[in-house]
């Protein structure tokens, strides 16, 4: 399987779909979500996003099907290309996917041993390489406090300055190898797959993305419309926390002259909803799953 959809039943309730409606799913993968969008329409469509090749070849042979191989933070020009003003549900499931963490030659697990690519789109953009090679240290400690929430990246930044020093950083088990000594036994498992996760976010460009989807998302979705969000880490879900709450990525509430609240959507759920004992059983990766649902509350002028 190219991906498990995680949470897949609460994402698709959550999304109220209409059968004539028009829908996003912003990160086609394997096509689980797509599916059961696909099941509940009747004549309506359904638009799918996703900038890895590999996933083209997952695709329904359904004509209501729309497949766009690009990020979905470009999302807003596509629809609006094919015709739409205005969307009735958009679906996020954010991260990396089974297919990518279960094949070596892409570099996203330390697990294998690969190149260091990262590239969620092979043909563009930098390499998780060029990150551990070229940054400078600022740059690297910045991009594991950020990205990794790694607390004090100082030291492990001097190892891997001092590596490279000799020879570039170039596969995954160097990069292992290189931090070894920063490496707790303990929480190898956990340290390590910060620092990847840190790195992904780098190459991908994935908060940047994230914040560019959100904001064409309130301005797509129509009056009612549903926003459903799947992340995996609390980097991305502060994002989107903070956004569906308050407007803005910050998190401080936007007040109009009177002094009252103003947000754009309004939480579906108030508790973020996570896999159930059984999902967790039969696909551990959902684990850290977290979803967030929004409606939108007016048009815009």
Do not use: C
Not at 24 to 47: C, E, P
Not at 68 to 91: A, E, P
Request: net charge neutral; no cysteine.
């Amino acid at each position: 399987m190219y991906h498990q959809p995680v949470l897949l039943e609460e994402s698709i309730e959550g999304l109220n779909i209409h059968p004539d409606g028009i829908y996003v799913d912003a990160t086609y993968g394997g096509g689980g979500h797509s599916k059961m969008i696909l099941d509940k329409l009747g004549n309506g469509r359904l638009i799918a996003f996703d900038q890895d090749p590999e996933a083209q070849e997952q695709l329904w042979d359904d004509g209501r099907l729309v497949f766009i191989r690009h990020n979905f933070r470009y999302m807003k020009n596509f629809v609006r290309y094919l015709g739409y003003d205005r969307l009735d549900g958009i679906l996020a499931d954010l991260g990396v996917s089974s297919h990518h963490l279960d094949e070596p030659e892409r570099g996203f697990s330390f697990r294998f041993n690969a190149p260091l690519d990262m590239r969620m789109d092979p043909k563009a953009g930098i390499t998780a390489a060029y990150v551990l090679n070229e940054y400078g240290p600022a740059q690297l400690q910045d991009v594991f406090r950020q990205y990794g929430e790694v607390h004090k990246p100082r030291s492990l930044v001097d190892a891997i300055l001092q590596a490279r020093e000799d020879k570039r950083i170039e596969s995954t088990f160097q990069l292992v190898e290189t931090l070894k000594s920063q490496t707790p036994v303990k929480y190898r498992n956990k340290f390590l797959a910060k620092i990847f996760q840190a790195l992904r976010i780098e190459v991908n460009r994935e908060i940047e993305n994230l914040k560019y989807f959100l904001l064409q998302s309130n301005e797509m979705l129509k009056k009612g419309g549903r926003l459903a969000v799947i992340s995996y880490h609390s980097v991305e879900d502060r994002v989107v926390k903070n956004y569906i709450k308050t407007g803005n990525f910050e998190g401080e509430p936007a007040k109009d002259f009177y002094g009252h609240e103003q947000a754009p959507m309004t939480p579906v759920n108030r508790k973020v909803i996570t896999p159930s004992y059984q999902e967790i059983r039969a696909n551990n990766r959902s684990r850290s799953a977290k979803l967030r649902i929004a409606e939108k509350q007016a048009d815009d002028e």
